[in-house]
């Protein structure tokens, strides 16, 4: 049995990882601070789901911020923790054009917090939230760690960025071993209500219209919530080592001679915006009335992961096609909102 902890544990992906975890016989202290970045609801009801399931004798739960530096190292000398799974951040791209402070008191400050306990705690890997968002204004696809990701187009996406530098320094100076993962688009049962299938699955339920951004060309890596964990947990379970290959003249950004990683975690599958509206549509038996709207500021026409290095480490592949997971994700839908 292994110990670790998880950080936005109420969110989507921490509630799932910290489900896996306790259901292969992990011990997982959970933190988050239950914002109203959108319904708090929604995080406690992913808790008590939480506290149903099988293992969750052996779940903790702490409402933390990992902005708080005092209540994070009170949680670090109480445990000692074999792993750090890193969820909790301010999310959304469109949400950071209004709310830059929030990003960087969450996603800068309370990451060198992380970084910090880890270092002085002895922590054996911390696994960390990147996101699709650090290729911002790419265009060759699909994109590889090794892709240079010099221009980001939105303050979340800059933060995101940081957070693999300030990584890479940390593993370098301290010799703490972090693997950074850039998510492509997530969805699934409990999702955020901030993110398209949601918004999108509401609004066609009360027969409102649904905003369709760039007049539908858009292409997305959807990538169902399963697979993500599989990833995440096959990630936790091996710890980088320094690339004994790691050619400092034609350096790559994606190994170190730090014990470092960085890997796109998705489906591989870029899925036109207006064909994951027709599977969302077939799921619920109802049409959509769509809106039309020109590109959203700080957003991207396309996100296409190149996952082969995942899938070389790991040894996981993605599983869960569209049409099987959106027609779960509608199920669970109709359940929990009782539509």
Not at 63 to 90: N, T
Not at 191 to 215: C, Q, S, W, Y
Not at 320 to 331: K, M, P, S, T
Request: proline content about 6%.
């Amino acid at each position: 049995m292994s110990k670790y902890l998880v950080t936005g544990a109420a969110g989507f992906i921490g509630m799932h990882v910290a489900q896996h975890l306790l259901g292969r016989g992990d011990e997982v202290v959970g933190i988050d601070n239950l914002n109203d970045y959108y319904d708090p609801q929604l995080k406690r009801d992913r808790l008590a789901h939480l506290a149903q399931q099988p293992g969750a004798e052996q779940f903790l739960f702490e409402a933390v911020d990992v902005a708080d530096l005092p209540s994070l190292e009170a949680i670090f000398k109480a445990h000692r923790f074999d792993g750090v799974v890193h969820l909790a951040a301010q999310a959304g791209v469109r949400y950071s054009l209004t709310n830059p402070h929030a990003y960087a008191q969450s996603n800068l400050v309370g990451f060198v917090n992380i970084l910090e306990v880890c270092r002085h705690h002895q922590v054996g890997h911390l696994v960390y939230a990147s996101s699709s968002s650090v290729y911002g204004g790419n265009v060759s696809m699909p994109f590889a760690e090794t892709d240079p990701v010099n221009h980001p187009v939105s303050l979340y996406a800059a933060t995101k960025k940081a957070n693999e530098l300030m990584a890479h320094t940390y593993s370098h100076l301290y010799g703490l071993p972090t693997t950074g993962l850039r998510f492509f688009t997530v969805y699934g049962p409990w999702g955020r209500p901030d993110m398209a299938p949601m918004l999108f699955t509401k609004a066609i339920l009360a027969g409102e219209p649904i905003k369709v951004f760039n007049h539908g060309q858009m292409k997305r890596d959807f990538t169902y919530i399963d697979d993500i964990v599989r990833g995440v947990v096959a990630t936790l379970d091996r710890i980088p080592q320094p690339a004994p290959d790691f050619d400092r003249e034609h350096p790559s950004s994606a190994a170190s001679w730090a014990p470092y990683r960085v890997f796109n975690i998705g489906r591989s599958e870029p899925v036109p915006l207006m064909d994951f509206i027709g599977t969302l549509e077939r799921a619920l038996g109802v049409d959509a009335i769509k809106d039309f709207q020109p590109m959203a500021p700080g957003d991207v026409a396309a996100t296409y992961a190149d996952v082969s290095a995942l899938a070389d480490w790991t040894g996981q592949s993605p599983e869960v096609g569209l049409e099987v997971g959106i027609q779960r994700f509608a199920d669970w839908y109709r359940s929990y909102y009782g539509r």
